[in-house]
T-cell receptor
Framework: GQNIDQPTEMTATEGAIVQINCTYQTSGFNGLFWYQQHAGEAPTFLSYNVLDGLEEKGRFSSFLSRSKGYSYLLLKELQMKDSASYLCAVRAASGGSYIPTFGRGTSLIVHP | DSGVTQTPKHLITATGQRVTLRCSPRSGDLSVYWYQQSLDQGLQFLIQYYNGEERAKGNILERFSAQQFPDLHSELNLSSLELGDSALYFC??????????????FGAGSRLTVL
């Protein structure tokens, strides 16, 4: 099985930078995804990492260290609309399939 | 609009009943995934189909079943409903069920309330 751990809740100020960490334990690692989910809505894709290093996409960046089983999502220039849950998902090979397993999510509250 | 269509958006029913949730994948996607999201469990993988065939199974109860039809739409059947089945049920689709940057695109979900 897989074990994915991320903080339950974080708060930050508008305009600031926040880092959301995700640690995982799995065998057959085959990629890590970050999704954003506003309350009651569908998760939407933010980033994908399969090799070690940093992937930057506008205000959002994601980092992966496979040897440490660790990833983080970095959000810069926070806006009120960034208040949402951020889901870390690890994909592993299992019986010929590749299914993302999601962590419980980190609820980010951005205040003025 | 993600391109993944789920119906109904909301459903209220009683314990012991049976419901069917429907999903149409994004155009061009061949693989469909069902996830259940409840407050205390997060997003839990239920089952995956690819081109009409079951591909992977997660923590899906025996009371639940699913299928993918030739036109690629999928249905999730939930029977003998219990209070604990109340949750958001998401369908997601991807081009193929493989590796690589094979991103899942989620529908808006079906909120099931069992009274």
């Amino acid at each position: 099985g897989q074990n994915i751990d991320q903080p339950t809740e974080m708060t930050a100020t508008e305009g600031a930078i926040v880092q959301i960490n995700c640690t995982y334990q799995t065998s057959g690692f085959n990629g890590l995804f970050w999704y954003q989910q506003h309350a009651g809505e569908a998760p939407t894709f933010l980033s994908y990492n399969v090799l070690d290093g940093l992937e930057e996409k506008g205000r959002f960046s994601s980092f992966l260290s496979r040897s440490k089983g660790y990833s983080y999502l970095l959000l810069k220039e926070l806006q009120m609309k960034d208040s949402a849950s951020y889901l870390c998902a690890v994909r592993a090979a299992s019986g010929g399939s590749y299914i993302p397993t999601f962590g419980r999510g980190t609820s980010l509250i951005v205040h003025p | 609009d993600s391109g993944v269509t789920q119906t109904p958006k909301h459903l209220i029913t009683a314990t012991g009943q049976r419901v069917t949730l429907r999903c149409s994948p994004r155009s061009g996607d061949l693989s469909v995934y069902w996830y259940q999201q409840s407050l205390d469990q997060g997003l839990q993988f239920l089952i995956q189909y690819y081109n009409g065939e079951e591909r992977a199974k997660g923590n899906i109860l025996e009371r639940f079943s699913a299928q993918q039809f030739p036109d690629l739409h999928s249905e999730l059947n939930l029977s003998s409903l219990e209070l604990g089945d109340s949750a958001l049920y998401f369908c997601a689709s991807s081009v193929v069920p493989g590796a690589g940057a094979n991103v899942l695109t989620f529908g808006a979900g079906s909120r099931l309330t069992v009274l």
